[in-house]
């Protein structure tokens, strides 16, 4: 297929956070990689593209921010991640939670464009009670994805349970956003499921995304619990006390590519 119009909606995880910067000065992100491949697979090698997303955001949010906006951008493709923020709430209703993720793809999908939905991360190499607990909601949640997906005719990156992606390197040292090369990936298996057969655009054979990194002189356990420590003082004590305050991180950021760029396979 040709993809003449991308957009992108979601959360952190689309807008690209902690990867390579762009010449913009911001994170490029998977989202940013897809758009140059699709651009590299057009017979003129350009692409019409746009990023709705922000950071932080949850599922409620994202529909009411930035559905309208995407619809009127009328894209032959458009990806959708939400929910994962709502997942890592106390109290969500995982079922109610799938049913208006549910809805909201119905919505891109009325008008027949093909949309990209995604499973969550259900690990990020965490152990231990706090990490099974989160795993058990989030592995609850990607069985409603799976079932919009068949249900609407979405495609899907299912990304949630490949063991590749679990493994810390592919994770930036705050355990909830992607490195460069989780964006490297994700990016691989997006274009994967578009049907892009070159494997120079798509980065390798097809499931190259799913091989394990090579194996690497596993940490001592004094620098595991340094880097336990160090990881609740810089990351997880910040995100609590937002959740006390409620705020957001992303109250203050606005969308990277609220209308469309062109994108040029020579960038």
């Not at 952190?12 to 911001?26: I, M």
């Amino acid at each position: 297929m040709e993809v003449r119009r991308f957009v992108a909606c979601g959360d952190s995880f689309t807008e690209g956070l902690h990867d390579e910067l762009g010449p913009d000065g911001r994170h490029r992100g998977w989202s940013d990689r897809v758009a140059e491949g699709l651009a590299r697979a057009n017979a003129d090698g350009t692409l019409s593209y746009a990023n709705l997303a922000v950071r932080g955001k949850l599922l409620d949010e994202v529909v009411a921010d930035q559905l309208p906006a995407a619809l009127a951008l009328d894209a032959d493709v458009f990806s959708f991640h939400a929910g994962g923020n709502d997942v890592l709430r106390p109290k969500v209703e995982v079922e109610a939670l799938v049913r208006r993720y549910e809805q909201a793809v119905r919505e891109l999908r009325a008008g027949g464009a093909e949309v990209v939905l995604f499973t969550v991360l259900e690990r990020a190499g965490g152990t231990g009670r706090l990490a099974d607990a989160l795993a058990r909601k989030f592995a609850l949640f990607n069985a409603g994805v799976r079932r919009t997906a068949q249900r609407t005719g979405a495609r899907l990156v299912d990304v949630g349970g490949v063991a590749a992606l679990q493994d810390r390197r592919v994770w930036d040292e705050d355990r909830l956003h992607l490195a460069p090369e989780g964006h490297r990936r994700v990016a691989g298996a997006v274009l994967e499921v578009l049907g892009i057969d070159d494997e120079a655009i798509r980065g390798g054979p097809v499931g190259w995304w799913r091989t394990p990194l090579p194996s690497g002189v596993p940490a001592a356990r004094t620098a595991k619990l340094a880097g336990d420590v160090r990881w609740v003082r810089r990351h997880l004590l910040p995100w609590v006390g937002r959740r006390v305050r409620g705020v957001s991180s992303g109250d203050a950021v606005a969308c990277k590519r609220p209308e469309p760029v062109q994108v040029r396979a020579e960038a």
